[in-house]
């Protein structure tokens, strides 16, 4: 009976850390949108108490079977998806280079544990922006377009990741003042007043899609005269290029990407992750760990 007992615990001990950890340790946006052919970046922030932690991205329909794609400390070595751990922010970026209709499918960006492993999921669908990294001064202001295809105009807002959000019309974020403008198919984020601890990773959402701005928060005397006061990102060069689409769904641990692919359309399925799986996955991942 010692022995038995013994066997119960080994197995239901990861599912115990997971409920202590909580699915707060790893956050990202939900969902997002990118054109065929060209290329994203993806943050997952993540609770400091795993900042030595080995973080990773892996692909298939549920986490307990996906596939490793790379690492934070590139082991992997693949050659259009690179993981990048920023300790001093606790931030991953997965960047995702020339995506391809072949990459639909489900991805996680998960952290690397000696009991559990903690994922939190990102999407692609019917919201894009056509550039993610934007710049400006400290006192300026910067200004992002949103692109979406949704029958209805509801849900508009602009978060920062991990932080707090302001609805349409807008409003003050970190002490920068928001301006949210809805107009056929375009969402208008206007942020001025910028601080240099406005610099982050923020989204713009609509109804349940969302899409990462990254914004960079410069003094006039550490910028070049190339970098403008008012940098906006620019409309696509074509209606009719073809997009990646992503659907996102969560339970109350795990989070999970779906990709397809298609022309105008959006995915209509939904990937739900069940709790129990974490078991299998834990033992057959410790091979990992550091």
């Given at each position: ?74 082991r992997e070595k693949h050659e259009t998806v690179s993981v990048s751990d920023n300790k001093s922010t606790s931030i991953v970026s997965i960047n995702m280079r020339n995506i391809q209709q072949s990459q639909s499918g489900t991805y ?167 709790f129990l799986c974490s078991s299998r996955k834990w033992e057959h991942k410790n091979k990992y760990l550091m």
């Amino acid at each position: 009976s010692v022995l038995c007992l013994s066997c119960i615990l080994h197995i239901i001990s990861p599912l115990i850390d997971l409920i202590a950890l909580g699915a707060q340790d790893v956050q990202t946006v939900s969902q997002v949108s990118v054109q065929e052919r060209r290329s994203i970046v993806i943050p997952c922030w993540y609770n400091r108490a795993y900042v030595n932690n080995v973080k990773y991205l892996s692909f298939g329909d549920h986490w307990t079977f996906s596939k490793y794609i790379e690492f934070s400390d590139g082991r992997e070595k693949h050659e259009t998806v690179s993981v990048s751990d920023n300790k001093s922010t606790s931030i991953v970026s997965i960047n995702m280079r020339n995506i391809q209709q072949s990459q639909s499918g489900t991805y996680w960006c998960a952290i690397d544990g000696p009991r559990a492993h903690i994922q939190n999921g990102f999407s692609i669908a019917g919201l894009y922006v056509q550039d993610q990294m934007l710049a400006g001064f400290e006192g300026g202001s910067v200004t992002v377009a949103c692109y979406y295809h949704l029958p209805r105009k509801t849900g508009i807002k602009w978060c920062k990741l991990a932080g707090n959000c302001v609805l349409e019309p807008g409003g003050l974020l970190d002490g920068a003042s928001v301006e949210l403008r809805n107009s056929n198919g375009v969402v208008s984020v206007s942020v001025s007043r910028l601080k240099k601890e406005n610099t982050g990773w923020y989204w713009c959402s609509v109804r349940e899609l969302q899409m990462p701005v990254h914004i960079t928060v410069s003094t006039r005397e550490e910028t070049s005269a190339r970098t403008p006061e008012t940098t906006s990102s620019q409309p696509p060069v074509s209606a009719r290029d073809a997009k990646l689409d992503i659907v996102f769904s969560s339970d109350c641990r795990y989070q999970s990407l779906s990709i397809c692919f298609s022309l105008f359309g959006s995915c209509e399925n939904a990937i739900v992750e069940l709790f129990l799986c974490s078991s299998r996955k834990w033992e057959h991942k410790n091979k990992y760990l550091m």
